[in-house]
């Protein structure tokens, strides 16, 4: 089992910035990948950003390139997601999961940091 805790949500204004921590515990020589993923009202739960548990490749979604910078401190066992210059539409519910090697799904989920951006 892996064990994950967020941290870092709030209220920041639009073009503000957050920094969101996600630390692991457990079985964390498990993972391969770690992601961040959101929903907001009403829509589906959406790929945010992810980076490998080791080597540190990483991925975005279109819609937060060059705003979001997830990184990771395997020393700390914690992701991180860096948000710059915030839009509205940003607002959601943001959650960690973590992608064990063997089953090549996202099996392992925090409970979520509200992200709210005032207009």
């Known amino acids: 089992q892996v064990q994950l805790v967020e941290s870092g949500g709030g209220l920041v204004q639009a073009g503000g910035s957050l920094k969101l921590s996600c630390a692991a515990s457990?079985?964390?020589?498990?993972?391969?990948?770690m992601g961040w993923f959101r929903q907001a009202p009403g829509k589906e739960r959406e790929f945010v950003a992810r980076i490998t548990w080791s080597g540190g490749s990483t991925s975005y979604a279109d819609s937060v390139k060059g705003r979001f910078t997830i990184s990771r401190d395997n020393a700390k066992n914690t992701v991180y997601l860096q948000m710059n210059s915030l839009k509205p539409e940003d607002t959601a519910i943001y959650y960690c999961?973590?992608?064990?090697?063997?089953?090549?799904?996202?099996?392992?989920w925090g409970q979520g940091t509200q992200v709210t951006v005032s207009s």
């Open positions: 457990g079985r964390t020589f498990e993972i391969y990948y």
């Open positions: 999961a973590a992608l064990p090697r063997l089953t090549g799904r996202y099996d392992y």
